[in-house]
Every structure is written in structure tokens, then in C-alpha cells.
């Protein structure tokens, strides 16, 4: 069985820029979740996505979008970066479902200058 | 809105001493409650979970939790830490959206060191 992959593992981009990150999911899980982790607070929900549609956003602007794919993996589009942008990415991958654990990847750091 | 209280950002402790994470949540409806730790460098991995039932919750590796509905706390406790508990500790809840958004509020972490 293999666990949820994000990648890159870190990027550096400059304020204004556009960024892509990736993750893909563990093997049937059919929900992905992004979360934000800033240096020093908990994880904060950006989204989620079940069977390729949007199913629930946090208080993130529009320049935050993302995708699934039939097979379940998904990406994380930032448009025009800000410093504050700069943060951990975390997805994780559970099956639609209260109380379903959600199975985090590693992350992908990524740096505003 | 959901939201989670963890009341110390930092807890030092002695190898072999006992511990306890504080966590405190609100919400207008029921819950799910999660314990994550974060070691560093490394993404979220989940410790224990209530979800109903017996209100004491256990993990694998000697920590437990205890659901209070009545002060809507859900503190984790372990009576003997070792070196290797020392992480980043996450206090979640979620509670369900609309359709069928589960999404995890996260509090803002409890970082344990365990010093020899």
C-alpha cells in the first residue's frame, strides 16, 4: 500500500509568481484535503475535493484553487504569491466520511521572497 | 464554527515522567476528536481518536485520551514519556460540513520535549 506523496518537497518562488504543487493519494482513498501549516500554528483547512469536485473550502481567496483527478490525485494552485503565502502544504487522502482518519503526506515547503 | 484550544504551546518534561496535552474544543454540534503528532521534518500522523463510545481512548504506543462532553475537553495523557515522544503534538476536531466535508480545525500545536 502506498501512502499519500506530495511533491516538490520544497520551492522557493517569487511574490507574484503562480505555484503548483502536487499529492497524490493513497491507494482507494476517493477525498483529498489541503491544509496550510505557517511556521509555528496548526495545520488550516484549504479545501477539499471528493470524486473531483470542491467540497468544502476554508477562508482561503479564489487564488487558491486546486484540482482531483480521476485517479484521485490531486494539485494545489497558488496565483499570484504573497510572503504570507509561505508556508507548509499538507494534503491528506481519506475515504468520504465522518470520523475517517486522513492519511497526511509529508508536506511542501514553500518560500515567498 | 468549530474552533480548538490548546493551552500550553510548550511542555518540558523528564524521561519517565508523566504527561498531560491539554485540549479544549467548541462547536455547535457533535464532534470527532483526533490526537496527530508531527516529528519534525515529517507530516501529520494520527495518535488516537474519538469518535463514540467508551469516552477513554487509547494508542499503540501508551498514550490515551479522555472525551469530556461536559467541559468539551479531550486532554492526552501518558503516565511515562520517552525521549522518542519528543514532537509537535495536534489537538483536531471536525464535524460534518455540508455534503460530505469532514474537514479537520486544527489547534495550534503543543511542542513536548523529553529531556533524559
Known amino acids: 500500500e502506498t501512502g499519500v506523496t506530495q511533491s516538490p518537497t520544497h520551492l522557493i518562488k517569487t511574490r507574484g509568481q503562480q505555484v503548483t504543487l502536487r499529492c497524490s493519494s493513497q491507494s482507494g482513498h476517493n477525498t483529498v484535503s489541503w491544509y496550510q501549516q505557517a511556521l509555528g500554528q496548526g495545520p488550516q483547512f484549504i479545501f477539499q475535493?471528493?470524486?473531483?469536485?470542491?467540497?468544502g473550502r476554508g477562508n482561503f481567496p479564489p487564488r487558491f484553487s486546486g484540482l482531483q483527478f480521476p485517479n484521485y490525485s490531486s494539485e494545489l494552485n497558488v496565483n499570484a504569491l504573497e510572503l504570507d503565502d509561505s508556508a507548509l502544504y499538507l494534503c491528506?487522502?481519506?475515504?468520504?466520511?465522518?470520523?475517517?482518519?486522513?492519511?497526511f503526506g509529508p508536506g511542501t515547503r514553500l518560500t515567498v521572497t | 464554527a468549530q474552533s480548538v484550544t490548546q493551552l500550553d504551546s510548550q511542555v518540558p518534561v523528564f524521561e519517565e515522567a508523566p504527561v498531560e496535552l491539554r485540549c479544549n474544543y467548541s462547536?455547535?454540534?457533535?464532534?470527532?476528536l483526533f490526537w496527530y503528532v508531527q516529528y519534525p521534518n515529517q507530516g501529520l500522523q494520527l495518535l488516537l481518536k474519538?469518535?463514540?463510545?467508551?469516552?477513554l481512548v487509547e494508542s499503540i504506543n501508551g498514550f490515551e485520551a479522555e472525551f469530556n462532553k461536559s467541559q468539551t475537553s479531550f486532554h492526552l495523557r501518558k503516565p511515562s514519556v520517552h525521549i522518542s515522544d519528543t514532537a509537535e503534538y495536534f489537538c483536531a476536531v471536525s464535524e460534518r460540513g455540508g455534503g460530505s466535508n469532514y474537514k479537520l480545525t486544527f489547534g495550534k500545536g503543543t511542542l513536548l520535549t523529553v529531556n533524559p
Open positions: 474519538y469518535l463514540s463510545g467508551s469516552t
Open positions: 475535493y471528493y470524486r473531483e469536485e470542491e467540497n
Open positions: 462547536s455547535s454540534v457533535s464532534v470527532y
Open positions: 491528506a487522502s481519506s475515504l468520504a466520511g465522518g470520523g475517517n482518519e486522513q492519511y
